[in-house]
């Protein structure tokens, strides 16, 4: 076989079907195979198409150099730098004046790199984007602060015990805080983000944090929970130190809040330094539980028991 740069013997050309020497058709994707016709290129096509690719690369420079493009195709080669071209490189990158290694490239192939261009922007373009975004993340926090249901709307919020905060309600018992958060209509709920640790809250509702800090007290992180219900962020939080359940010298008037998270602004915390009165009576874990079921009586209670019924039931019964 000849080197690339010496001249082959031309090879016959015959239809790759039945044989035939004669009105040949080249074809359009590959380059390489002749067929007489279509009946026969459709007969063997089976057998062609494992080998029929398209070489883009030949295909453009087969005009300048058909020598070069033949000779790719019949040797299956993609993309080949001759060696005029890796010579005309070398000296582009030592070149101390003039079009570089990449100017060359670009001039050669069109791209460098086989990749999409990273954007450039001027300085005036950053400033409108980072403004639009600014603006963006502004209507969405308005949006989240006038948001709220009826849901929202109809909370039960007792006096002294529960705080209205703008972007929250919040509310409290003597075990219990509970926190409500409205969200915009429409909002997917994979865009509200709530995480509750032992002493810290998270709560981010569609890229905006409406209440991200340190819990006024401690709770139990493993007890609480958190839904969303009817357009509303509900969180229970159960108080690690709550009435029945108190730490090492504490008492019940140590399980009040003031506010959820420490230093929380002035509209975020209630006025009363201490527990008021109406929080030693409010609602607590425990309370409100049904009494157990009576034993049955036993032995001679029971059947005293059985026997005053049964004299009982037939007066009843006369009446």
Known sequence: MAAMHEDELPDEIECANCGTTQDLLKCSRCHTAWFCGVKCQKAYWPFHRTQCKKNEFADAIEEQEPKFAKWMRKHGKQAVLKDDEVDRLERAAQAASGPGREDVMESMYGRSQPKPALPHYTAEERAAMRRAEEATSAAARLTLQRSGGEAYAALEMPQQ??????????????????????????LPTRRVSVRLGTSDISIVVDDAPVLVGRLYHEIKAEESTWFIQDGVVEVTMLKRCRRG???????????????????????????????????????CEGLGRQEPPRRLNSGRAGQEAGTALAVETPALAAA
């Open 245 to 283: 359940n108190y730490e090492a010298g504490k008492n019940n008037a140590d399980t009040y809040w003031r506010s959820v998270v420490r230093g929380a602004a002035p509209h975020e915390m209630l006025q009363e330094e201490y527990p008021p009165i109406a929080y030693y009576s409010s609602h």
């Open 161 to 186: 015990l529960s705080l209205d905060c703008q972007r929250y309600k919040w509310r409290q018992n003597q075990s219990h805080v509970e926190l409500f958060v409205p969200l915009p209509d429409g």
